[in-house]
T-cell receptor, first 112, second 114 residues
Framework: DAGVTQSPTHLIKTRGQQVTLRCSPK?????VSWYQQALGQGPQFIFQ???????QRGNFPDRFSGHQFPNYSSELNVNALLLGDSALYLC???????????FGQGTRLTVV | AQSVTQLGSHVSVSEGALVLLRCNYS??????LFWYVQYPNQGLQLLLK??????LVKGINGFEAEFKKSETSFHLTKPSAHMSDAAEYFC????????????FGTGTSLTVIP
């Protein structure tokens, strides 16, 4: 079992650009959540996808959007990048509303 | 609403000494509580969790935590620190009614001194 896989591992973008991050959940998991972890901070919840729909959303602007595909994989899109969007983006997968979530290694996004 | 406070952003212990990492939470409903560990440039790994039942929870690598409702605390302990325990530790809370949306603390960096 490959666990939760995220791609790419590192990414450098210019302010104003758009970025897409990808996540494949652990086998058997149908729920994907995205978190933003700024340097020196704890992860902050962005949103959660279940059955291809956004089920919950944290306090993030509409520039952050996502998608879940029929195979449960997910994308996080960020438009009009700001320097403050530089962070480690973590994907977590779980089964339904189960209590245990497994995290991927993250994508380190740097906005210059 | 849920929130977590981790007291002490940096904790140093000698190898073989007791590890105590503090976590206090705020929740409007009986919460689920978690401790995760993060090694440099890696994701989060679950150490242990409390959902219901026994308030003393044992996790991986010799860690345990006790849920104390009256103190709204969920402190993490390990009797004897090992060099490999050096990492960032995060306490998290979730609302059982809204699925596994986690609210994390700001983390505690554990240094183990040989």
């Amino acid at each position: 079992d490959a666990g939760v896989t995220q791609s790419p591992t590192h990414l450098i973008k210019t302010r104003g650009q758009q970025v897409t991050l990808r996540c494949s959940p652990k086998s058997g998991h149908d729920t994907v959540s995205w978190y933003q972890q700024a340097l020196g901070q704890g992860p902050q919840f962005i949103f959660q996808y279940y059955e291809e729909e956004e089920r919950q959303r944290g306090n993030f602007p509409d520039r952050f959007s996502g998608h879940q595909f029929p195979n449960y994989s997910s994308e996080l899109n960020v438009n009009a990048l700001l320097l403050g969007d530089s962070a480690l983006y973590l994907c977590a997968s779980s089964r339904g509303t189960g209590t245990e979530a497994f995290f991927g290694q993250g994508t380190r996004l740097t906005v210059v | 609403a849920q929130s977590v406070t981790q007291l002490g952003s940096h904790v140093s212990v000698s190898e073989g000494a007791l590890v105590l990492l503090r976590c206090n939470y705020s929740s409007s409903v009986p919460p689920y509580l978690f401790w995760y560990v993060q090694y440099p440039n890696q994701g989060l790994q679950l150490l242990l969790k409390y959902t219901t039942g026994a308030t003393l929870v044992k996790g991986i690598n010799g860690f345990e935590a006790e849920f104390k409702k009256s103190e709204t605390s969920f402190h993490l302990t390990k009797p004897s620190a090992h060099m490999s325990d050096a990492a960032e530790y995060f306490c998290a809370v979730s609302d059982p009614n809204t699925g596994n949306q986690f609210y994390f603390g700001t983390g505690t960096s554990l240094t183990v001194i040989p």
